[in-house]
Antibody, heavy 118, light 111 residues
Framework: EVQLVESGGGFVQPGGSLRLSCEAS????????MAWVRQAPGKGLEWVAN????????NYVDSVKGRFTISRDNAKNSLYLQMNSLRAEDTAVYYC???????????WGQGTLVTVSS | QSALTQPASVSGSPGQSITISCTGT?????????VSWYQQHPGKAPKLMIY???NRPSGVSNRFSGSKSGNTASLTISGLQAEDEADYYC???????????FGGGTKLTVL
């Protein structure tokens, strides 16, 4: 059974940092693009970033470029999102998702809440 | 372009059919047959309901169907049931070296 389990969310002040992790089981992430998608409270889904199988290609939404870094450790079957210079507008549930190709997400984690507030 | 255009809300009575539209451009919906639809219940993760415009993953009811014409994709739910009440999001591929794009979401109310 495919499982994605996010961790690392929490409460942080503006300008602070957090590192999200996503541990996969039931499949090897080395065969898939992986992505982070977020959802602000009461809002819709928003792409954050994705990364290819070997980590050599990464894409980011404009609003997080230069602040967030997506990475992966295929040996640990894990995906990461390093978030720096956090802003109030980054407050959201962050989902880890497995891309089956062409940005189609068959599997999602349960999400981890990031709250940025003073 | 910040999001594909979906109606904010739709409603229908049990047993009826509803259709949710998703309008993009030739750079996304109109340019690729990689439109997906997700269902999200409150407090839950999204669930894939339709992929590649009109395909259903195993386990998804055949009451859900998808189609596309030009720059607009559509999700139709027939024989509405109370459990279908949820938010629905479309998504489209936009090519390599760029992220995909989601719709703004549609809240389905089963009356």
């Amino acid at each position: 059974e495919v499982q994605l389990v996010e961790s690392g969310g929490g409460f942080v002040q503006p300008g602070g940092s957090l590192r999200l992790s996503c541990e996969a089981s039931g499949f090897s992430i080395s065969s898939y693009w992986m992505a982070w998608v977020r959802q602000a409270p009461g809002k819709g889904l928003e792409w954050v970033a994705n990364i290819n199988q070997d980590g050599s290609e990464k894409n980011y939404v404009d609003s997080v470029k230069g602040r967030f870094t997506i990475s992966r450790d295929n040996a640990k079957n894990s995906l990461y999102l390093q978030m720096n210079s956090l802003r109030a507008e980054d407050t959201a549930v962050y989902y880890c998702a497995k891309d089956h190709g062409y940005d189609t997400f068959w599997d999602w984690g349960q999400g981890t809440l990031v709250t940025v507030s003073s | 372009q910040s999001a594909l255009t979906q109606p904010a809300s739709v409603s229908g009575s049990p047993g009826q059919s509803i259709t949710i539209s998703c309008t993009g451009t030739s750079n996304d919906v109109g340019g690729y047959n990689y439109v997906s639809w997700y269902q999200q219940h409150p407090g839950k993760a999204p669930k894939l309901m339709i992929y590649e415009v009109s395909n259903r993953p195993s386990g998804v009811s055949n009451r859900f169907s998808g189609s596309k014409s030009g720059n607009t994709a559509s999700l139709t739910i027939s024989g509405l049931q109370a459990e279908d009440e949820a938010d629905y999001y479309c998504s489209s591929y936009r090519g390599t070296s760029t992220l995909g794009i989601f719709g703004g979401g549609t809240k389905l109310t089963v009356l």
